[in-house]
Protein backbone atom coordinates (compact mmCIF):
# COMPACT_ATOMS: atom_id res chain seq x y z
CA UNK A 1 0.00 0.00 0.00
CA UNK A 2 1.41 3.62 -1.22
CA UNK A 3 0.06 7.16 0.14
CA UNK A 4 -2.01 8.15 -2.81
CA UNK A 5 -0.36 12.00 -3.03
CA UNK A 6 3.49 10.81 -2.83
CA UNK A 7 3.39 7.11 -3.80
CA UNK A 8 5.33 6.67 -0.18
CA UNK A 9 5.32 3.52 1.46
CA UNK A 10 6.40 5.16 4.85
CA UNK A 11 3.32 5.50 7.27
CA UNK A 12 1.84 4.43 10.58
CA UNK A 13 -1.44 4.43 11.88
CA UNK A 14 -3.29 7.20 12.70
CA UNK A 15 -7.01 6.39 14.28
CA UNK A 16 -9.75 5.04 12.81
CA UNK A 17 -12.60 6.85 10.98
CA UNK A 18 -15.89 5.42 9.77
CA UNK A 19 -14.73 1.90 11.04
CA UNK A 20 -12.12 2.09 9.02
CA UNK A 21 -8.34 2.06 9.76
CA UNK A 22 -6.72 5.86 8.94
CA UNK A 23 -3.30 6.30 8.13
CA UNK A 24 -0.68 9.07 8.02
CA UNK A 25 2.28 9.10 5.81
CA UNK A 26 5.59 10.23 7.19
CA UNK A 27 6.77 11.78 4.11
CA UNK A 28 4.14 14.36 3.39
CA UNK A 29 1.67 13.99 6.48
CA UNK A 30 -1.27 13.38 4.19
CA UNK A 31 -4.10 11.21 5.92
CA UNK A 32 -5.98 8.37 4.03
CA UNK A 33 -7.27 5.62 4.92
CA UNK A 34 -7.14 1.91 3.12
CA UNK A 35 -7.85 1.61 -0.38
CA UNK A 36 -10.74 -1.48 -1.50
CA UNK A 37 -8.41 -2.68 -4.08
CA UNK A 38 -4.77 -1.78 -5.33
CA UNK A 39 -3.74 1.32 -6.65
CA UNK A 40 -2.11 -0.26 -9.39
CA UNK A 41 -5.08 -1.49 -10.70
CA UNK A 42 -6.93 1.91 -10.72
CA UNK A 43 -4.06 3.40 -12.71
CA UNK A 44 -4.07 0.38 -15.46
CA UNK A 45 -7.98 1.00 -15.58
CA UNK A 46 -7.54 4.71 -15.88
CA UNK A 47 -4.63 4.48 -18.75
CA UNK A 48 -6.90 1.85 -20.37
CA UNK A 49 -9.50 4.51 -21.21
CA UNK A 50 -7.87 6.11 -23.91
CA UNK A 51 -8.01 9.51 -21.99
CA UNK A 52 -11.42 9.93 -23.42
CA UNK A 53 -13.55 9.14 -20.43
CA UNK A 54 -12.69 8.43 -16.78
CA UNK A 55 -13.69 4.57 -15.45
CA UNK A 56 -15.60 5.68 -12.81
CA UNK A 57 -14.62 3.81 -9.35
CA UNK A 58 -17.18 1.44 -8.82
CA UNK A 59 -17.08 0.78 -12.38
CA UNK A 60 -13.29 -0.23 -12.03
CA UNK A 61 -14.25 -2.06 -8.97
CA UNK A 62 -16.38 -4.24 -10.84
CA UNK A 63 -13.77 -5.09 -13.13
CA UNK A 64 -11.32 -5.92 -10.44
CA UNK A 65 -13.82 -8.40 -9.25
CA UNK A 66 -14.55 -9.76 -12.77
CA UNK A 67 -10.51 -9.86 -13.96
CA UNK A 68 -10.13 -12.31 -10.61
CA UNK A 69 -13.09 -14.40 -11.28
CA UNK A 70 -11.59 -14.74 -14.32
CA UNK A 71 -7.73 -16.06 -12.48
CA UNK A 72 -9.46 -18.30 -10.00
CA UNK A 73 -11.63 -20.31 -12.17
CA UNK A 74 -8.66 -20.46 -14.68
CA UNK A 75 -6.79 -21.81 -11.41
CA UNK A 76 -9.23 -24.08 -10.29
CA UNK A 77 -9.73 -25.85 -13.73
CA UNK A 78 -5.92 -26.48 -13.86
CA UNK A 79 -5.89 -27.96 -10.28
CA UNK A 80 -8.46 -29.78 -10.95
CA UNK A 81 -7.33 -31.41 -14.29
CA UNK A 82 -4.02 -31.92 -11.92
CA UNK A 83 -5.28 -33.80 -9.45
CA UNK A 84 -7.22 -36.19 -11.76
CA UNK A 85 -3.94 -36.66 -13.25
CA UNK A 86 -2.22 -37.27 -10.01
CA UNK A 87 -5.52 -39.98 -8.61
CA UNK A 88 -4.84 -41.87 -12.30
CA UNK A 89 -1.52 -42.80 -11.81
CA UNK A 90 -2.00 -43.27 -8.20
CA UNK A 91 -4.51 -45.63 -8.52
CA UNK A 92 -2.25 -47.18 -11.57
CA UNK A 93 0.67 -47.45 -9.26
CA UNK A 94 -1.37 -48.68 -6.30
CA UNK A 95 -3.39 -51.28 -8.33
CA UNK A 96 -0.38 -52.71 -10.04
CA UNK A 97 0.59 -56.65 -8.90
CA UNK A 98 4.43 -54.84 -8.40
CA UNK A 99 2.76 -52.40 -5.63
CA UNK A 100 0.48 -55.38 -4.10
CA UNK A 101 3.44 -57.69 -3.46
CA UNK A 102 6.02 -54.99 -2.49
CA UNK A 103 7.16 -54.70 1.61
CA UNK A 104 5.62 -51.00 1.29
CA UNK A 105 2.47 -52.28 1.07
CA UNK A 106 2.67 -55.07 4.22
CA UNK A 107 4.00 -52.32 6.57
CA UNK A 108 0.65 -49.88 5.41
CA UNK A 109 -1.56 -53.13 5.73
CA UNK A 110 0.11 -54.19 9.28
CA UNK A 111 -0.42 -49.98 10.18
CA UNK A 112 -3.81 -49.97 8.86
CA UNK A 113 -4.90 -53.21 11.25
CA UNK A 114 -3.03 -51.61 14.28
CA UNK A 115 -4.89 -48.79 14.34
CA UNK A 116 -8.19 -51.15 13.72
CA UNK A 117 -7.25 -53.03 16.75
CA UNK A 118 -6.95 -50.15 18.61
CA UNK A 119 -9.81 -48.44 17.66
CA UNK A 120 -11.70 -51.71 18.83
CA UNK A 121 -10.01 -52.24 21.97
CA UNK A 122 -11.27 -48.03 22.69
CA UNK A 123 -14.74 -49.24 21.69
CA UNK A 124 -15.21 -52.92 23.35
CA UNK A 125 -13.10 -51.65 27.18
CA UNK A 126 -11.12 -53.65 29.91
CA UNK A 127 -11.25 -53.83 33.63
CA UNK A 128 -8.56 -52.93 36.25
CA UNK A 129 -7.78 -54.67 39.58
CA UNK A 130 -6.35 -52.08 42.04
CA UNK A 131 -5.39 -54.17 45.20
CA UNK A 132 -4.65 -53.50 48.61
CA UNK A 133 -1.92 -56.44 49.45
CA UNK A 134 -1.14 -55.64 52.96
CA UNK A 135 -4.78 -55.65 54.01
CA UNK A 136 -6.55 -58.26 51.87
CA UNK A 137 -5.10 -61.68 50.13
CA UNK A 138 -6.60 -62.96 46.56
CA UNK A 139 -6.08 -66.61 45.75
CA UNK A 140 -6.15 -67.84 42.13
CA UNK A 141 -10.07 -68.85 42.73
CA UNK A 142 -10.76 -65.70 44.15
CA UNK A 143 -9.12 -63.92 41.71
CA UNK A 144 -11.20 -65.55 38.52
CA UNK A 145 -14.68 -65.09 40.52
CA UNK A 146 -13.89 -61.41 39.99
CA UNK A 147 -13.03 -61.67 36.78
CA UNK A 148 -16.08 -63.40 36.03
CA UNK A 149 -18.19 -60.80 37.88
CA UNK A 150 -17.10 -58.14 35.45
CA UNK A 151 -18.21 -57.33 32.00
CA UNK A 152 -15.22 -56.61 30.33
CA UNK A 153 -12.31 -58.45 29.96
CA UNK A 154 -9.71 -57.88 33.59
CA UNK A 155 -6.51 -57.00 31.56
CA UNK A 156 -4.51 -55.09 34.10
CA UNK A 157 -3.87 -56.22 37.74
CA UNK A 158 -2.08 -53.49 40.33
CA UNK A 159 -1.28 -54.36 43.63
CA UNK A 160 0.28 -52.02 46.54
CA UNK A 161 2.10 -53.21 49.39
CA UNK A 162 5.31 -52.67 51.22
CA UNK A 163 7.10 -55.32 49.84
CA UNK A 164 9.97 -55.37 52.43
CA UNK A 165 7.77 -55.99 55.19
CA UNK A 166 8.31 -59.34 56.64
CA UNK A 167 4.23 -59.95 56.97
CA UNK A 168 3.83 -59.92 53.46
CA UNK A 169 5.90 -63.10 53.08
CA UNK A 170 6.26 -64.05 49.29
CA UNK A 171 2.90 -62.88 48.23
CA UNK A 172 5.06 -60.61 46.00
CA UNK A 173 6.71 -63.82 43.90
CA UNK A 174 3.29 -64.85 43.78
CA UNK A 175 1.42 -62.30 42.84
CA UNK A 176 3.93 -61.41 40.13
CA UNK A 177 3.82 -64.62 38.37
CA UNK A 178 0.06 -64.24 38.13
CA UNK A 179 0.30 -61.12 36.11
CA UNK A 180 0.30 -58.58 39.02
CA UNK A 181 2.23 -55.14 38.63
CA UNK A 182 3.78 -54.53 42.05
CA UNK A 183 3.52 -51.06 43.69
CA UNK A 184 6.00 -50.36 46.41
CA UNK A 185 5.20 -48.33 49.02
CA UNK A 186 7.24 -47.26 52.13
CA UNK A 187 6.49 -47.96 55.62
CA UNK A 188 4.05 -45.84 57.30
CA UNK A 189 0.35 -46.15 58.11
CA UNK A 190 -2.11 -45.87 55.46
CA UNK A 191 0.93 -45.74 53.23
CA UNK A 192 -0.64 -48.32 50.68
CA UNK A 193 -3.89 -46.95 50.70
CA UNK A 194 -2.68 -43.43 49.88
CA UNK A 195 -0.60 -44.26 46.87
CA UNK A 196 -3.60 -46.33 45.64
CA UNK A 197 -6.10 -43.80 46.12
CA UNK A 198 -3.29 -41.49 44.12
CA UNK A 199 -2.95 -43.53 41.22
CA UNK A 200 -6.60 -45.19 40.90
CA UNK A 201 -8.19 -41.28 41.31
CA UNK A 202 -6.08 -40.41 37.43
CA UNK A 203 -6.44 -43.98 36.05
CA UNK A 204 -7.98 -42.61 32.88
CA UNK A 205 -4.88 -41.07 32.10
CA UNK A 206 -2.49 -44.68 32.04
CA UNK A 207 -5.57 -47.03 30.69
CA UNK A 208 -7.66 -44.71 28.70
CA UNK A 209 -9.75 -47.97 27.82
CA UNK A 210 -10.86 -48.99 31.17
CA UNK A 211 -14.77 -48.99 31.94
CA UNK A 212 -14.78 -51.13 34.96
CA UNK A 213 -12.81 -51.17 38.00
CA UNK A 214 -11.93 -52.98 40.96
CA UNK A 215 -11.13 -51.58 44.12
CA UNK A 216 -10.13 -54.74 46.73
CA UNK A 217 -9.47 -53.47 50.39
CA UNK A 218 -11.12 -53.49 53.73
CA UNK A 219 -10.35 -50.13 54.63
CA UNK A 220 -12.95 -47.36 54.83
CA UNK A 221 -11.09 -44.89 53.35
CA UNK A 222 -10.68 -45.83 49.99
CA UNK A 223 -14.91 -44.43 49.53
CA UNK A 224 -13.08 -41.78 48.51
CA UNK A 225 -11.81 -42.98 45.95
CA UNK A 226 -14.83 -45.52 44.66
CA UNK A 227 -16.80 -42.38 44.70
CA UNK A 228 -13.57 -40.43 42.69
CA UNK A 229 -13.96 -42.88 39.76
CA UNK A 230 -18.05 -43.09 39.71
CA UNK A 231 -17.67 -39.10 38.99
CA UNK A 232 -15.22 -40.25 36.39
CA UNK A 233 -18.26 -42.37 34.44
CA UNK A 234 -16.36 -45.88 35.36
CA UNK A 235 -18.28 -48.88 37.10
CA UNK A 236 -16.79 -49.26 40.15
CA UNK A 237 -16.91 -52.58 42.53
CA UNK A 238 -15.95 -52.09 46.25
CA UNK A 239 -14.16 -55.83 47.52
CA UNK A 240 -14.03 -56.35 50.96
CA UNK A 241 -13.40 -59.49 53.15
CA UNK A 242 -15.61 -60.10 56.02
CA UNK A 243 -14.66 -63.49 57.79
CA UNK A 244 -14.20 -66.25 54.92
CA UNK A 245 -16.71 -64.71 52.52
CA UNK A 246 -15.95 -61.95 50.15
CA UNK A 247 -18.21 -59.48 49.30
CA UNK A 248 -18.36 -57.64 46.11
CA UNK A 249 -20.94 -54.50 46.04
CA UNK A 250 -21.37 -52.84 42.52
CA UNK A 251 -21.11 -48.70 43.63
CA UNK A 252 -23.29 -48.20 40.01
CA UNK A 253 -26.50 -50.73 41.29
CA UNK A 254 -26.71 -51.13 44.47
CA UNK A 255 -26.14 -55.04 43.90
CA UNK A 256 -23.91 -57.75 46.37
CA UNK A 257 -22.72 -60.74 45.59
CA UNK A 258 -21.00 -62.95 47.97
CA UNK A 259 -18.36 -65.63 47.82
CA UNK A 260 -17.06 -68.10 50.14
CA UNK A 261 -13.35 -68.71 50.35
CA UNK A 262 -13.97 -71.76 52.32
CA UNK A 263 -15.52 -73.91 49.65
CA UNK A 264 -14.65 -71.49 46.73
CA UNK A 265 -17.93 -70.96 45.04
CA UNK A 266 -20.38 -67.91 45.26
CA UNK A 267 -22.80 -67.78 48.22
CA UNK A 268 -26.29 -68.09 46.43
CA UNK A 269 -29.10 -65.39 47.36
CA UNK A 270 -32.34 -66.82 49.17
CA UNK A 271 -34.07 -66.88 46.11
CA UNK A 272 -31.68 -68.81 44.42
CA UNK A 273 -31.22 -71.45 46.85
CA UNK A 274 -35.35 -71.91 46.67
CA UNK A 275 -35.15 -71.90 42.96
CA UNK A 276 -32.42 -75.29 43.54
CA UNK A 277 -34.19 -77.03 45.46
CA UNK A 278 -36.94 -76.58 43.51
CA UNK A 279 -35.61 -77.55 40.60
CA UNK A 280 -34.08 -80.68 42.55
CA UNK A 281 -37.25 -81.98 44.05
CA UNK A 282 -38.73 -81.78 40.41
CA UNK A 283 -35.81 -83.48 39.33
CA UNK A 284 -36.47 -86.19 41.57
CA UNK A 285 -39.87 -86.64 40.33
CA UNK A 286 -39.02 -87.40 36.95
CA UNK A 287 -36.67 -89.45 38.34
CA UNK A 288 -39.05 -91.58 40.18
CA UNK A 289 -41.54 -91.34 38.03
CA UNK A 290 -39.50 -92.74 34.68
CA UNK A 291 -38.44 -95.41 37.61
CA UNK A 292 -42.05 -96.15 37.96
CA UNK A 293 -42.74 -96.49 34.37
CA UNK A 294 -39.74 -99.19 34.01
CA UNK A 295 -41.42 -101.03 36.88
CA UNK A 296 -44.80 -100.99 34.88
CA UNK A 297 -42.89 -102.12 31.66
CA UNK A 298 -40.91 -104.74 33.91
CA UNK A 299 -44.24 -106.21 34.95
CA UNK A 300 -45.89 -106.19 32.14
CA UNK A 301 -43.28 -108.44 30.25
CA UNK A 302 -42.76 -110.44 33.18
CA UNK A 303 -46.47 -111.16 32.69
CA UNK A 304 -46.28 -112.05 29.44
CA UNK A 305 -43.43 -114.41 29.80
CA UNK A 306 -45.67 -115.71 32.22
CA UNK A 307 -48.52 -116.59 29.65
CA UNK A 308 -45.87 -117.16 27.18
CA UNK A 309 -44.18 -120.28 29.96
CA UNK A 310 -47.88 -121.57 30.56
CA UNK A 311 -48.74 -121.57 27.23
CA UNK A 312 -45.78 -123.55 26.47
CA UNK A 313 -45.84 -125.44 28.86
CA UNK A 314 -49.38 -126.92 28.31
CA UNK A 315 -47.55 -128.04 24.79
CA UNK A 316 -44.86 -130.15 26.23
CA UNK A 317 -46.01 -131.60 29.38
CA UNK A 318 -42.64 -132.98 30.06
CA UNK A 319 -40.75 -130.40 31.08
CA UNK A 320 -40.34 -129.01 34.44
CA UNK A 321 -43.03 -125.95 35.27
CA UNK A 322 -41.15 -123.84 37.70
CA UNK A 323 -43.92 -123.36 40.51
CA UNK A 324 -43.60 -119.82 42.35
CA UNK A 325 -43.54 -120.13 45.64
CA UNK A 326 -46.67 -118.55 47.34
CA UNK A 327 -46.89 -115.27 49.19
CA UNK A 328 -47.97 -116.81 52.10
CA UNK A 329 -44.72 -118.77 53.07
CA UNK A 330 -42.57 -116.20 51.53
CA UNK A 331 -44.08 -114.23 54.85
CA UNK A 332 -43.83 -117.12 56.54
CA UNK A 333 -39.93 -118.05 56.29
CA UNK A 334 -39.14 -113.93 56.62
CA UNK A 335 -40.88 -114.77 60.08
CA UNK A 336 -39.10 -117.41 60.87
CA UNK A 337 -36.26 -115.92 60.56
CA UNK A 338 -36.85 -112.99 62.76
CA UNK A 339 -38.05 -115.22 65.19
CA UNK A 340 -34.30 -117.21 65.01
CA UNK A 341 -32.78 -114.17 65.20
CA UNK A 342 -34.98 -112.88 68.33
CA UNK A 343 -34.05 -116.48 69.80
CA UNK A 344 -29.96 -115.81 69.57
CA UNK A 345 -30.88 -112.26 71.08
CA UNK A 346 -32.65 -113.92 73.78
CA UNK A 347 -30.13 -116.19 74.20
CA UNK A 348 -27.43 -113.32 74.33
CA UNK A 349 -29.19 -111.69 77.07
CA UNK A 350 -28.89 -114.83 79.05
CA UNK A 351 -24.90 -114.38 78.37
CA UNK A 352 -23.58 -113.44 82.02
CA UNK A 353 -20.14 -114.61 82.40
CA UNK A 354 -17.15 -115.79 80.10
CA UNK A 355 -17.81 -119.10 79.83
CA UNK A 356 -21.18 -118.56 78.63
CA UNK A 357 -19.70 -115.91 76.03
CA UNK A 358 -17.52 -119.20 75.22
CA UNK A 359 -19.96 -121.30 74.27
CA UNK A 360 -22.08 -118.13 72.11
CA UNK A 361 -18.92 -117.67 70.20
CA UNK A 362 -17.96 -121.81 69.69
CA UNK A 363 -21.45 -121.75 67.94
CA UNK A 364 -20.69 -118.96 65.49
CA UNK A 365 -17.14 -120.47 64.81
CA UNK A 366 -19.05 -124.08 64.38
CA UNK A 367 -21.88 -122.58 61.81
CA UNK A 368 -18.82 -120.85 60.07
CA UNK A 369 -17.09 -123.92 59.89
CA UNK A 370 -20.29 -125.92 58.51
CA UNK A 371 -21.15 -123.37 55.65
CA UNK A 372 -17.63 -123.20 54.52
CA UNK A 373 -15.21 -125.94 55.70
CA UNK A 374 -12.13 -123.72 54.13
CA UNK A 375 -12.76 -120.35 55.16
CA UNK A 376 -10.12 -118.87 57.99
CA UNK A 377 -12.03 -117.18 60.98
CA UNK A 378 -10.33 -114.00 61.58
CA UNK A 379 -10.79 -111.75 64.72
CA UNK A 380 -12.48 -109.33 62.91
CA UNK A 381 -14.67 -111.40 61.02
CA UNK A 382 -15.83 -113.50 63.92
CA UNK A 383 -16.45 -110.00 65.93
CA UNK A 384 -18.64 -109.08 63.22
CA UNK A 385 -20.77 -111.48 63.51
CA UNK A 386 -21.44 -111.87 66.53
CA UNK A 387 -22.12 -107.67 66.50
CA UNK A 388 -25.20 -108.73 63.85
CA UNK A 389 -26.67 -110.58 66.60
CA UNK A 390 -25.88 -108.57 69.48
CA UNK A 391 -25.70 -105.00 67.80
CA UNK A 392 -23.15 -104.73 70.52
CA UNK A 393 -19.35 -104.12 69.37
CA UNK A 394 -17.65 -107.11 71.13
CA UNK A 395 -15.26 -104.64 72.99
CA UNK A 396 -17.87 -103.58 74.38
CA UNK A 397 -19.63 -106.69 75.79
CA UNK A 398 -15.91 -107.81 76.68
CA UNK A 399 -16.26 -104.83 79.00
CA UNK A 400 -19.36 -104.42 80.27
CA UNK A 401 -18.67 -108.47 80.84
CA UNK A 402 -15.39 -107.05 82.56
CA UNK A 403 -13.37 -109.68 81.09
CA UNK A 404 -10.52 -107.83 79.83
CA UNK A 405 -9.96 -104.18 77.67
CA UNK A 406 -10.54 -105.83 73.98
CA UNK A 407 -12.06 -108.24 72.23
CA UNK A 408 -8.54 -109.71 71.56
CA UNK A 409 -6.90 -109.68 74.21
CA UNK A 410 -10.16 -111.85 75.77
CA UNK A 411 -9.50 -114.43 73.21
CA UNK A 412 -5.80 -114.43 73.91
CA UNK A 413 -6.46 -115.74 77.66
CA UNK A 414 -9.37 -117.61 76.93
CA UNK A 415 -8.42 -121.71 76.55
CA UNK A 416 -11.43 -122.30 74.50
CA UNK A 417 -9.76 -120.47 71.75
CA UNK A 418 -6.13 -120.22 70.11
CA UNK A 419 -4.84 -117.41 67.98
CA UNK A 420 -2.46 -117.63 65.14
CA UNK A 421 -0.58 -114.35 63.58
CA UNK A 422 -1.53 -113.70 59.74
CA UNK A 423 0.19 -110.46 59.17
CA UNK A 424 -1.46 -107.48 60.55
CA UNK A 425 -4.46 -109.80 61.38
CA UNK A 426 -5.16 -112.93 64.02
CA UNK A 427 -6.63 -116.01 62.86
CA UNK A 428 -9.12 -117.64 65.64
CA UNK A 429 -9.86 -121.20 65.88
CA UNK A 430 -11.06 -123.74 68.75
CA UNK A 431 -8.44 -125.08 71.02
CA UNK A 432 -7.68 -128.57 70.56
CA UNK A 433 -9.02 -129.21 73.97
CA UNK A 434 -12.01 -128.10 73.04
CA UNK A 435 -14.53 -130.26 71.23
CA UNK A 436 -17.42 -128.23 68.55
CA UNK A 437 -20.72 -128.23 70.01
CA UNK A 438 -23.44 -129.56 68.44
CA UNK A 439 -26.56 -127.92 67.66
Not at 10 to 17: I, S
Not at 37 to 60: D, Q
Request: glycine share 4%.
Amino acid sequence: MKCPRCESTLYRKNGRRNDKQNYLCKNCGKQFLEPVFPHSLESNLLANSNGHSKVSIPEARELFLVKNLLEEKVTEESLSSFSFILAEKLLQTILSPDWLESDTFSQLIQKLQQKTEIKHQLEIGISVLLLDAENLKLDINSELFLASVCEYPLQVKIAFANWRNPSIGKQDIELYNRGYQLVHVPEGKDSADAKMIAFGACVLRSYPTVKEILVCSSDGILIHLCNELQNQGLIVYSVRRQGQTLHIENRNTGKLTHYSLTIATEVPSLEKVVEQIQDLIKSEQESINARLNSLVAIASLFKERCNINTNHNQKQPHIEEITPVPEESFIQSIKEQEQEQEQEQEDFAKISDGKTLDIFLSKIIQDIQIKSPQTKLSVSKLGSELQKITRESPSSIVKKLKLGSSFTKYLESSPTFTLKANGKEYEVAMSDEQPLLCE
